[in-house]
């Protein structure tokens, strides 16, 4: 995905949070509403999962991986539905959504070679400035210099209820088992040892348990614009 070139005004805007935080979603409307480019960080980790799993290539497996991802090129394309990704030319929007995948990508996302590679091309994209980037690590590590963060979160019961409204038509799963899930999720990426999911200690806390998407999208912006007024 090409970058155009950033406005002197424009910042980097790091969204960081656990899973089913509605990072994606927010950040797509926050980028939406700032005419910046959105750049879905955790659909970059759910390609190499998925891609891993086909080549059967354990997580641990630190020579397979390397030779893995050498071979992966991701692209991420702004489209009228939303934001698709391909790897290698292919389109695995959807595919990179399934359970088996969401079940293992906190795994994959611990390896220090796939977080190195990955971090890498996303600095790239977000060096002429104007870019929204959310994942678990973005105001830690790999935009440490963001002119704005946002640690955004929400309790696990509303977490989980969104996204089994989101596959409950799609996914035989029952809520208490996202729920089960999204906990383990949540303490697989925070005690990891590189990258952990913590708040930057610069970043903005916003829970947005009992907030609409909308309401969230707002706030950020209005952070956005306080941070940019004050700057000039």
């Known amino acids: 995905m090409s970058l155009q070139a950033g406005d002197r005004d424009q910042i980097n805007i790091a969204i960081d949070g656990p899973a089913g935080a509605g990072k994606s979603t927010v950040a797509r409307m926050v980028a939406g509403k700032l005419n910046y480019v959105y750049i879905d960080t955790g659909s ?3 390609a190499v999962t998925l891609m891993a799993q ?3 290539v354990r997580p641990d497996d630190s020579q397979a991986l390397q030779n893995l991802l050498v071979r992966l090129q991701i692209e ?3 489209g009228e539905n939303g934001q698709s990704v391909f790897v290698n030319g292919e389109n695995v929007t959807d595919l990179i959504r399934s359970r088996e995948v969401t ?3 906190s795994y994959y996302a611990a390896a220090a070679e796939v977080r190195s590679v990955l971090a890498s091309m996303q600095r790239a994209l ?3 400035k104007g870019v929204v980037m959310d994942g678990r ?3 830690t590590h790999v935009l440490p210099d963001a002119e704005l963060k946002v640690f955004l979160t929400a309790t696990v019961e509303e977490r989980a209820l969104r996204r089994f409204k989101e596959i409950e038509q799609v996914q035989a799963i029952t809520l208490a088992e996202l729920e089960q899930e999204i906990a383990q999720r949540d303490a697989l990426d925070e005690q990891r040892t590189i990258s952990p999911l913590i708040q930057a200690p610069d970043a903005v806390l916003l829970d947005s348990t009992g907030m609409t998407i909308q309401d969230v999208a707002d706030e950020i912006v209005r952070l956005c614009n306080v941070g ?3 700057a000039k």
């Open 103 to 105: 079940q293992e990508v």
């Open 126 to 128: 977000a060096s002429k």
């Open 137 to 139: 690590d973005i105001g």
């Open 44 to 46: 970059m980790y759910r």
């Open 228 to 230: 940019t007024a004050g």
């Open 54 to 56: 086909r080549a059967q």
């Open 76 to 78: 991420l394309q702004p």
